[in-house]
């Protein structure tokens, strides 16, 4: 396999590099790719209108015409497990990076930059970090980074990062997924000016759609009356909509009105604090009162918002590269850390009722009603390892490199695969020096043909939820006491069948297996020395 991956890439570019001389012999050795990873925030699987969804997406509409999408990619269900796998290509139980494993981060842990910088590359982070071990940029290997550490405002920061070296509080007039981006652009055009020679890797991790629901009041107006339906009626065309696009082939999951995040504030609290609009559970949205209706779709509106802003956000960022000459030799991979959230909390400096909802003053979450929308067709939520909660959006652009366009890719992939893949574009060999090895592997024939990629297994463990995948079949139990439940999902991807009493030996082989892997990733953690990164504060 990594010989003809090696063929494959080698191919695409000694060809572009030929057309572009004219003569393949005497061609210059072609330039390795870029790499541009952007990074949502609790965004749901079906939110994108690409992806069925309800929400103007159009620069990531483009990207997928251009390019891949991905219809069975995988996170963590978490923002900050789902960052470490992306960015060391193991499981964040291999790398002490879940917020329920013990220990600190193991020494053969290597960050994706680490790997490119002998490469040639040179490497950038802005936007949001999150990770059990926050590590500056120079502990990682990122030449730059705009490191956002404050998660709980979008209209300002109290706590934010340039190289290591905290920034003051920002100006009014500031809104982060704006910043985000700025930030990015400015290490693009210092990188065309300083090294235009070498390549770049840039990890764009915007915190949009993420709570507080907040956004710039023009944005929130677009969207005041598209989702007035409610979301029983919004799921509903949705899940139709995906299984024409050929994005689904399942029934659509019923909402769960028992099944809510048992941290969030408690429901007395929430609704003396916003009002009595709001609403704490997935109950039919017919059942509604005429208040709760208002508020209800606006907090729609303003997630909509969110996700439309960082869209136009996305959009700068690939017109800079297009400046730059380098759109064509650039592979753009776009994705979400989690499903949407059903969370509702207030924090930060909590919520006035009299402001303008949206605004700074105001602290929503979307709640598990609309988050059921947003990851539709699939069961549950963000930190559940249901669908819902771990199905990610990944589309893949690269004009030199992918001649398939506007193409489904059904292959099954992980977070844990996105430094295999880089590295595997870079040139360098996807694997570990030292430790366990990696736990991903690169996705880069699936660029060229679907069904590419094949693998023995994947893994979730989150907050004491399981699961295991291995083809199309799928172990899953919800918490320490959860019985283990079996699905097929080549037809049942919303888990409404539940086949493990009718194959209790397959379900029982399969709970060995993950066992076994969930054991070894904490033999092999323990046995490491403690890193010397440096760190530079808790997460």
């Known amino acids: 396999m990594l010989s003809s991956r090696r063929s494959f890439l080698q191919t695409t570019l000694t060809a572009a590099a030929g057309a572009a ?12 790719p870029n790499i541009l990873v952007i990074l949502a925030d609790d965004m749901g ?77 040179r490497s950038y982070h802005t936007g949001k970090w999150h990770m059990k071990h926050v590590t500056g940029a120079a502990g990682v290997g990122f030449d730059h980074s705009y490191t956002m550490m404050d998660e709980l ?40 000016k300083d090294q235009p020679g070498d390549p770049f890797f840039l990890f764009a991790a915007f915190h949009a759609p993420h709570f507080p629901l907040q956004a710039p009041q023009e944005d929130i107006d677009k969207y005041s009356e598209r989702f007035s339906e409610g979301w029983d009626t919004a799921r509903e065309r949705k899940w ?18 028992n099944m809510w995040t048992n941290w969030n504030t408690p429901d007395s609290e929430l609704i003396a604090k916003i009002g009595p609009g709001e609403v704490t559970r997935a109950v039919p949205w017919s059942t509604l009162t005429p208040e709760q ?31 730059m000459g380098q759109l064509d030799n650039t592979v753009v991979l776009f994705l979400s850390d989690n499903g949407a959230s059903s969370e509702q909390l207030i924090r930060g400096d909590g919520h006035d009722s009299t402001a303008p909802l949206g605004s700074a003053k105001t602290h929503l979450g979307l709640g598990p009603g609309w988050a059921g929308n947003s990851n539709a ?14 199905a990610s959006p990944l589309i893949v652009q690269w004009p030199r490199g992918i001649h398939d366009h506007n193409q489904l890719r059904h292959d099954q992939c992980h977070f844990v695969d996105i430094l295999p893949t880089a590295v595997d574009l870079a040139g360098g060999k996807p694997v570990a020096e030292s430790g366990p090895g990696l736990a991903g592997k690169s996705i880069l024939p699936a660029f060229s043909k679907n069904g590419a990629v094949t693998r023995d297994f994947l893994y979730f463990n989150h907050n004491h939820n399981r699961a295991l995948r291995t083809g199309d079949w799928k172990l899953i139990a919800t918490g320490d006491v959860g019985p283990w439940e079996l699905y097929d999902l080549s037809k049942d991807r919303s888990e409404q069948k539940n086949l493990a009493p009718a194959q209790p030996e397959r379900a029982r082989q399969m709970a060995a297996k993950w066992k076994t892997v969930d054991d070894g990733f904490t033999q092999a953690r323990e046995a490491a020395t403690a890193s010397t990164k440096k760190l530079i504060g808790p997460g």
């Open 21 to 32: 001389a004219g003569n393949p012999l005497s061609a210059a050795p072609p330039k390795k």
């Open 45 to 121: 699987f079906s939110d994108a209108r690409c992806y069925g969804g309800d929400i103007d997406t159009p620069h990531l509409d483009r990207m997928a015409a251009n390019g891949l999408r991905f219809t069975q990619a995988y996170s963590t269900a978490r923002c900050g497990p789902s960052r470490s796998c992306l960015l060391t290509g193991q499981y964040a139980q291999q790398t002490a990076s879940d917020i329920m494993t013990p220990g600190k981060i193991p020494a053969y842990v290597k960050f994706l930059p680490e790997y490119l910088k002998p490469l040639g590359y």
């Open 153 to 192: 405002r979008f209209f300002t920061q109290n706590n934010h990062l340039l190289d290591g070296e905290r920034l003051p509080k920002p100006e009014p007039g500031y809104y982060s997924t704006t910043a985000i981006a700025d930030y990015g652009l400015r290490f693009l055009k210092e990188h065309a």
């Open 240 to 257: 139709q909509r995906m299984t024409k696009m050929g994005l689904i082939n399942c029934p659509l999951a019923p909402a769960e009105p």
């Open 293 to 323: 209706k208002k508020l209800q779709r606006t907090k729609m509106a303003i997630h909509a918002a969110m996700v439309s802003r960082m869209d136009t956000e996305i959009g700068k960022l690939l017109k800079q590269v297009e400046t």
């Open 377 to 390: 067709p699939f069961r549950l939520h963000k930190s559940w390892v249901n669908e819902g909660g771990i």
